[in-house]
């Protein structure tokens, strides 16, 4: 059964970290590109950090350049996002998100170009 599931999030203070993980089962996600994307409430989904299956190339967004941070542990079919410094307006729920193509949509974490979705998990950043 293809499926992704992430976990990981929670509630974290502001200046806080937290690790979400996906993992895979059903496909291996080596031959896979990664993304993270996100959603809060009343915005729309963004293209956070993803990850080529080629290469190992990753997007960030500016919003958390320097902060974040994508991997992947092939062994154990999971890919991360580690998150520093976590602000309130990183408060959304975040989903990860595979595709098998390789081109610069998904490179570039456009939405549209990624077809296997996960569930979410929310992260709140509040005092």
């Known amino acids: 059964q293809f499926q992704i599931v992430e976990s990981g999030g929670g509630l974290v203070q502001p200046g806080g970290s937290l690790r979400l993980s996906c993992a895979a089962s059903?496909?291996?996600?080596?031959?896979?590109?990664i993304g993270w994307f996100r959603q809060a409430p009343g915005k729309e989904r963004e293209g956070v950090s993803c990850?080529?299956?080629?290469?190992?190339?990753?997007y960030y967004a500016d919003s958390v350049k320097g902060r974040f941070t994508i991997s992947r542990d092939n062994a154990k079919n999971t890919v991360y996002l580690q998150m520093n410094s976590l602000k309130p307006e990183d408060t959304a729920v975040y989903y990860c998100?595979?595709?098998?193509?390789?081109?610069?949509?998904?490179?570039?974490?456009?939405?549209?170009?990624?077809?296997?979705w996960g569930q979410g998990t929310q992260v709140t950043v509040s005092s």
């Open positions: 990850i080529s299956s080629s290469d190992g190339n990753t």
């Open positions: 998100a595979a595709d098998p193509r390789i081109t610069a949509v998904q490179a570039m974490c456009v939405i549209s170009g990624y077809r296997y």
């Open positions: 059903g496909f291996t996600l080596d031959y896979y590109h």
